[in-house]
T-cell receptor, first 110, second 114 residues
């Protein structure tokens, strides 16, 4: 059974700094997904990583996938306050089943 | 283009009452998912449909939970009778082609059972 673990679970950082959120998963998952959730809101799809070595970037966020290491990373470059949110990674635990990590609550301070 | 629409957004009900949550997926999408989010268990898949047919309901916690999709534009998740431990946010999501493509989540139904 697929298990997905994120770290850190809480991250407080200053604007302008860089940081990385890590997502490890326990068994084979050829695909990895990243979502953002603002407090009291829905989940917004950020990235869908479909194969080993996949790298995708959108603005200050960049996600990558290493299926051999069973690791995905979400890198934040020059953080701004608007990126404060909870970020979830999810692996594919079955034909159509997303298995989510615990989430990383990111707070970016001015 | 309207996203996934859920109702009600918030519901407070007494233990033992029946609760019905509703979802309208994005038009044209062929997959519909129901997820539940709690502090203790995080986000969990309850059930999903493909072309209105339930495919995997192994995540449904117990017989008190049931889900239907009578047509391509409507789905319900029913809890009868409700219990305090059912308190959670219930998300409906839809996709064209399933995983591998973008899954779009609704705003969620916040359920409190007292």
């Amino acid at each position: 059974e697929l298990k997905v673990e994120q770290n850190p679970l809480f991250l407080s950082m200053q604007e302008g700094k860089n940081y990385t959120i890590y997502c490890n998963y326990s068994t084979t998952s050829d695909r990895l997904y990243w979502y953002r959730q603002d407090p009291g809101k829905s989940l917004e799809s950020l990235f869908v990583l479909l194969s080993n070595g996949a790298v995708k970037q959108e603005g200050r966020l960049m996600a990558s996938l290493d299926t051999k290491a069973r690791l995905s990373t979400l890198h934040i470059t020059a953080a701004v306050h608007d990126l404060s949110a909870t970020y979830f990674c999810a692996g594919q635990g079955g034909a159509q089943k997303l298995v989510f990590g615990q989430g990383t609550r990111l707070t970016i301070n001015p | 283009d309207a996203g996934v629409i859920q109702s009600p957004r918030h519901e407070v009900t007494e233990m033992g009452q029946e609760v019905t949550l509703r979802c309208k997926p994005i038009s044209g999408h062929d997959y519909l998912f129901w997820y539940r989010q709690t502090m203790m268990r995080g986000l969990e898949l309850l059930i999903y449909f493909n072309n209105n047919v339930p495919i995997d309901d192994s995540g449904m916690p117990e017989d008190r939970f049931s889900a239907k999709m009578p047509n391509a534009s409507f789905s319900t998740l029913k809890i009868q009778p409700s219990e305090p431990r059912d308190s959670a946010v219930y998300f409906c999501a839809s996709s064209l082609g399933g995983l591998g493509n973008t899954i779009y989540f609704g705003e969620g139904s916040w359920l409190t059972v007292v």
